[in-house]
Antibody, heavy 121, light 108 residues
Framework: QLQLQESGPGLVKPSETLSLTCTVS??????????WGWVRQPPGKGLEWIGN???????YYNPSLKSRVTISIDTSKNHFSLKLSSVTAADTAVYYC?????????????WGRGTLVTVSS | SSEVTQDPAVSVALGQTVRITCQGD??????ASWYQQKPGQAPVLVIY???NRPSGIPDRFSGSSSGNTASLTITGAQAEDEADYYC???????????FGGGTKLTVL
């Protein structure tokens, strides 16, 4: 059974870069049937899409975050990563990685458990 | 438009039927999907592409769509259905994912 697991620092200082990795187990990240994405949720608030990546490296980003976001994929390690630069307190959130079937209607069918990242000095 | 909107809160009596709606221009082009999120947990997909249920989702959950509005219906709501529900769609203007603001469902 395929599983996703986020990992990375739980505390990041303002103006620094947030870096997270999502490790996929129980299946290959190189499947051409799926996108892989990041979604975040500030405490007490709703879901916000950050971006998706395809195994080929094609990326799609939320325009509101695009200038600060980089999503990459390493098929040899079966993981994909998120970098968010110049963070502020507003970037404090639970960050989820998720799988998105590569179909006309974009949705996420499998999610990691999420990891809380706090931006604070 | 890159927005889909949901009512912030809805309530339903135990065993009754409730409809949660999601509105937006993108829903004229792309079907919505729906997620259930309980406190402290990751979202769970309950309906995808208008009215398809993933394995393990009870058949009391169903989806529909008309014009710019998508709906999630729970027929015979149970206490365990109390949760936040989010819709999402693909933006009609590009390769973007959009989420609604979420609806808090209370089962009375």
């Amino acid at each position: 059974q395929l599983q996703l697991q986020e990992s990375g620092p739980g505390l990041v200082k303002p103006s620094e870069t947030l870096s997270l990795t999502c490790t996929v187990s129980g299946g290959s990240i190189s499947s051409d049937n799926f996108h892989w994405g990041w979604v975040r949720q500030p405490p007490g608030k709703g879901l916000e899409w950050i971006g998706n990546i395809y195994y080929s490296g094609s990326t799609y980003y939320n325009p509101s975050l695009k200038s600060r976001v980089t999503i990459s994929i390493d098929t040899s390690k079966n993981h994909f990563s998120l970098k968010l630069s110049s963070v502020t307190a507003a970037d404090t959130a639970v960050y989820y990685c998720a799988r998105a079937p590569f179909v006309l209607y974009w949705y996420f069918d499998l999610w990691g458990r999420g990891t809380l990242v706090t931006v604070s000095s | 438009s890159s927005e889909v909107t949901q009512d912030p809160a809805v309530s339903v009596a135990l065993g009754q039927t409730v409809r949660i709606t999601c509105q937006g221009d993108s829903l004229r082009t792309y079907y919505a999907s729906w997620y259930q999120q309980k406190p402290g947990q990751a979202p769970v997909l309950v309906i995808y592409a208008k009215n398809n249920r993933p394995s393990g989702i009870p058949d009391r959950f169903s989806g529909s769509s008309s014009g710019n509005t998508a709906s999630l219906t729970i027929t015979g709501a149970q206490a365990e259905d109390e949760a936040d529900y989010y819709c999402n769609s693909r933006d009609s203007n590009g390769n973007l994912v959009i989420f609604g603001g979420g609806t808090k469902l209370t089962v009375l």
